[in-house]
């Protein structure tokens, strides 16, 4: 069974840096084809997608947040953080993590495993 | 970047009857090295995380009931609905995983008439 689940804070304050974890279990992010992405959703807005990382550790950003963006795997411990630095209003949010998975050929497949997400606010 | 673009915005159809959403991309998903549709649709519920109904353009998830199906190849797209349930009230979304910057349509809220 595949299992995502998100975690951090749910309150940071603007200027201040955000680190989610997320924690998976069912699958290996050693193995060829395996990927995991963050998504996020603002309040009343469409999903908006914000980071990547490969089996082979071939990481992607969106280029509008690259500069404020890490993403890190740790394989011995099933978890992918993102860290994002300098924190607005503006990314109030629900994040979620989502695995991709297919031919390590192609690299880039659809979410097929979703976490529950979790919502993060951004006030003074 | 490869824009998404979706319509309608938002449609109400009646129990049973189909509901058609369209999403267009700014450039070609369709890859020429394996012919696949690099095109997902999702069904987003509140309080839920985005579920994967169809990717390939046109691969039903399993388990994914089958009045769902997906068209379209290139630049333009269809998901329908061939007799809205329900539990089909969600906004959709396709999203291309053609290359990085992966990207999202702008979503459609399907509700009852």
């Known amino acids: 069974q595949i299992t995502l689940k998100e975690s951090g804070p749910t309150l940071v304050k603007p200027t201040q840096t955000l680190t989610l974890t997320c924690s998976f279990s069912?699958?290996?992010?050693?193995?060829?084809?395996?990927?995991v992405g963050w998504v996020r959703q603002p309040p009343g807005k469409a999903l908006e997608w914000l980071a990547f990382?490969?089996?082979?550790?071939?990481?992607r950003y969106s280029p509008s947040l690259e500069s404020r963006l890490t993403i890190i795997k740790d394989t011995s411990k099933n978890q992918v953080v993102l860290v994002m630095t300098n924190m607005d209003p503006v990314d109030t949010a629900t994040y979620y993590c989502?695995?991709?998975?297919?031919?390590?050929?192609?690299?880039?497949?659809?979410?097929?495993?979703w976490g529950q997400g979790t919502l993060l606010t951004v006030s003074s | 970047d490869i824009v998404m673009t979706q319509s309608p915005d938002s449609l109400a159809v009646s129990l049973g009857e189909r509901a058609t959403i369209n999403c267009k991309s700014s450039?070609?998903?369709?890859?020429?090295?394996?012919?696949?549709?690099?095109l997902a649709w999702y069904q987003h519920k509140p309080g839920q995380p985005p579920k994967v109904l169809i990717h390939?353009?046109?691969t039903r998830e399993s388990g994914v009931p089958d009045r769902f199906s997906g068209s379209g190849s290139g630049t333009d797209f269809t998901l329908t609905i061939g007799s809205l349930q329900a539990e089909d009230v969600a906004v959709y979304y396709c999203?291309?995983?053609?290359?990085?910057?992966?990207?999202f349509g702008g979503g459609t809220k399907v509700e009852i008439k």
């Open positions: 989502a695995r991709s998975a297919g031919p390590p050929e192609s690299r880039l497949y659809h979410f097929d495993y």
């Open positions: 069912g699958f290996s992010l050693n193995t060829p084809g395996v990927g």
């Open positions: 990382i490969c089996w082979d550790d071939d990481k």
């Open positions: 450039q070609s998903v369709l890859y020429s090295s394996n012919n696949e549709n690099y």
């Open positions: 390939w353009a046109s």
């Open positions: 999203q291309q995983y053609y290359t990085t910057p992966l990207t």
